[in-house]
């Protein structure tokens, strides 16, 4: 256990720096997961909708420093990739 204040303000800073980042990634998999699947059901309304919101979220979550700007477009746009192939089918 720490035992200087120091160190105590850092396990609690941990702490809480840790449970945010597991909110935002399981709400990251949730976004590209509900694409996916709608992609996966061949519903290209569904796909669309599901593409705007994941969109939106990625790249608010990339300006707020959490995904960064490459990575949020770069999944952004296998999602967008994967919608479009349905759409030609």
Request: proline fraction near 0%; charged fraction near 30%; charge should be positive.
């Amino acid at each position: 256990m720490a035992n200087h204040k120091s160190a105590e303000k850092r396990i609690r800073q941990t702490l809480k720096r840790t449970q945010r980042n597991r909110y935002y990634k399981t709400k990251i998999k949730n976004i590209i997961k509900a694409v996916r699947e709608a992609v996966n059901s061949g519903n290209i309304e569904d796909a669309n909708n599901a593409l705007k919101i994941a969109n939106k979220n990625l790249h608010k979550f990339a300006s707020k420093g959490i995904l960064s700007k490459n990575t949020a477009a770069r999944k952004v746009s296998r999602l967008n990739a994967s919608v479009k192939k349905i759409a030609k089918a």
